[in-house]
């Protein structure tokens, strides 16, 4: 398994503004997820942030709202841009070990609420 | 594209007794994974149990185990003297292991309350 951290662990922010949010893992790993969890809701994917690459956005989101970045292996940041009350949720980074494609490991998350 | 579905939105079990958390998926595919992750309100997400499609037993966590019905795609998870700390959402997930789109895909999770 992996222990990943994230930054902050919540916070409230004005409308209009933009929030980072950083996740860190205690080993090298080479794909890292950025999901988003509104209330209630189950997990959606946002991207993909590969090392040395540019993100891969599933449908729905756009680099320009949610620009990633993957500097090394054991770091990535999301940033949630031009906020709205619309965009508060809970946003998870996971990390796969194996390439992707097997069990991925969860940051504790990211409270986001947006006034 | 494959589903998950976890059509029971809430369940309640008394502390020490058994409960059964249920999970269908959809895929024409033969090799994959499938979850069973739990979120307490602390909002961590926590891997309870994985299942590899090609192995017919069953896997087992301690208390935690799943009957995986591969040709009914059906993969339950039973919690056994069940805890107050197993209160939390549990989410079924799957992905394929193979192939360049692959994503893990959730199902809408279910919220097991454990009563005292």
């Known amino acids: 398994s992996a222990v990943i951290s994230q930054k902050p662990s919540r916070d409230i922010c004005q409308r209009g503004t933009s929030l980072t949010i950083q996740c860190q893992v205690d080993?090298?790993?080479?794909?890292m997820f950025w999901y988003r969890q509104q209330p209630g809701q189950s997990l959606t994917l946002i991207a993909t942030a590969n090392q040395g690459s540019e993100a891969t956005y599933e449908s729905g989101f756009v680099i320009d709202k949610f620009p990633i970045s993957r500097p090394n292996l054991t770091f990535s940041t999301l940033t949630v841009s031009n906020m709205s009350p619309e965009d508060s949720s809970i946003y998870l980074c996971?990390?796969?070990?194996?390439?992707?494609?097997?069990?991925?490991?969860f940051g504790p998350g990211t409270r986001l609420t947006v006034l | 594209a494959q589903t998950v579905t976890q059509s029971q939105p809430e369940m309640s079990v008394q502390e020490a007794e058994t409960v059964t958390l249920s999970c269908t998926y959809d895929?024409?595919?033969?090799?994959?994974?499938l979850f069973w992750y739990k979120q307490p309100p602390s909002r961590q997400m926590i891997l309870v149990i994985r299942q590899e499609a090609y192995k017919q037993q069953n896997a087992t966590e301690n208390r935690f185990s799943v009957n995986f019905q591969k040709a009914a795609k059906s993969f339950s998870l039973k919690i056994s003297d069940s805890q107050l700390g197993d209160t939390a959402m549990y989410f079924c997930a799957f992905i394929f292991r193979t192939g360049a789109n692959s994503k893990l895909t959730f199902g809408k999770g279910i919220t097991l309350s454990v009563r005292p």
């Open positions: 895929t024409s595919e033969n090799n994959y994974y």
């Open positions: 080993s090298q790993v080479t794909m």
């Open positions: 996971s990390v796969s070990i194996a390439g992707g494609l097997d069990t991925q490991y």
